[in-house]
């Protein structure tokens, strides 16, 4: 009697441990299904927040990734790009975002050489002069778009430190050449601060109508360099950069106001040119052709050029994002 009770004692044991077993296994792949969950979830909003900051809705881009944390503390990319778009929102936060980037990927292998960027980047987010209001990230309006992409490498560090910048038109050979140059600087000038200059001693840019542009076909050429001289002991130099007109053409006022308006763009710091025939950086002025019927039926071509005005939003969405970042920076896909 006492071997069965002893026995069935041990088969109740066994039954009991297997229960045990199977709930701990239930239990376990639940747990790494709900993950697996988290961070498929995670991932779909991290998407949901790259295709929000290609439109340029950083706000929205910002909120996105931080729902894909909390979804996955453990991704990393999104700590990352949060960063790179708060930059579009609040110098400050931006900060504070690569801060807790630097704490996720801390002991990450694979980010050490992004860390490392990130640190040298942070420094110089510290360093940079405050924004004026014009350039500042709330006036970017995200449906117009922009093309930091294709000039961010060439413009990188090209961007004033001090503002406003001073500007020279010099004296041009004509008079219309002249009131285009002058409206082309009212029109910047709304829109960047800049200060206009009688001489040019102390000018940071510069017209130069002395020396014609007219190879390669281009209109107009603008170029820095740095005049050093010596203070005390020191030797010290500051940026000018200096704008060259092709003089071989009897431009129109409207014509010079649309040239000189393209090479103000890249002196104030766009050195590239966009890929939209709309914005005044595009890199060329546009031939266009209409036909009309002459007497007699015979078709005869008119050509005229296709001018921008001033800089589309778009122009000044890509000055604004290139004056608020650090440097060269791309989110991780």
């Avoid at 697996?36 to 900051?53: H, I, P």
């Avoid at 910048?165 to 601060?193: N, T």
Wanted: proline share 4%; aromatic share 10%; net charge neutral.
């Amino acid at each position: 009697m006492a071997i069965k009770f002893e026995h069935e004692v041990k088969k109740k044991i066994r039954i009991g441990a297997i229960s045990v077993f199977s709930l701990a296994l239930v239990a376990s792949l639940t747990a790494v299904m709900a993950l697996a969950g988290d961070r498929e979830t995670a991932r779909r909003l991290y998407s949901e927040g790259n295709s929000l900051f290609d439109e340029g809705r950083f706000t929205e881009a910002v909120a996105s990734y931080d729902r894909s944390i909390v979804e996955d503390p453990k991704l990393i990319e999104a700590y990352y790009n949060r960063a790179v778009a708060t930059e579009m929102i609040d110098r400050a936060k931006a900060l504070e975002a690569w801060q807790r980037f630097l704490d996720a990927a801390a002991d990450s292998n694979q980010f050490r050489w992004d860390v490392a960027r990130v640190k040298a980047r942070v420094q110089i987010l510290r360093g940079k002069p405050p924004v004026p209001a014009g350039l500042e990230p709330a006036r970017y309006v995200a449906a117009a778009g922009d093309y930091y992409r294709v000039v961010a490498l060439t413009s990188e560090g090209e961007q004033w430190s001090e503002l406003p910048v001073k500007v020279y038109l010099g004296s041009a050979p004509q008079v219309k050449w002249q009131q285009g140059a002058r409206e082309a600087y009212d029109i910047w000038g709304a829109m960047f601060p800049m200060q206009f200059l009688a001489t040019p001693e102390k000018a940071d840019i510069r017209i130069d109508w002395s020396a014609s542009v007219s190879e390669d076909e281009r209109v107009g050429e603008e170029s820095d360099w740095v005049r050093v001289r010596r203070i005390g002991d020191q030797l010290t130099g500051r940026r000018v950069a200096t704008i060259r007109l092709d003089l071989s053409r009897n431009w129109s006022k409207d014509e010079m106001r649309a040239i000189i308006l393209h090479e103000l763009g890249h002196a104030l710091g766009i050195k590239g040119h966009s890929d939209s025939k709309k914005d005044i950086m595009y890199w060329q002025m546009q031939e266009q052709t209409r036909r009309f019927q002459a007497p007699g039926g015979i078709p005869l071509p008119i050509f005229w050029r296709s001018l921008v005005k001033e800089p589309s939003q778009r122009d000044m969405n890509t000055l604004i994002r290139l004056y608020n970042s650090a440097g060269t920076i791309a989110r991780f896909d």
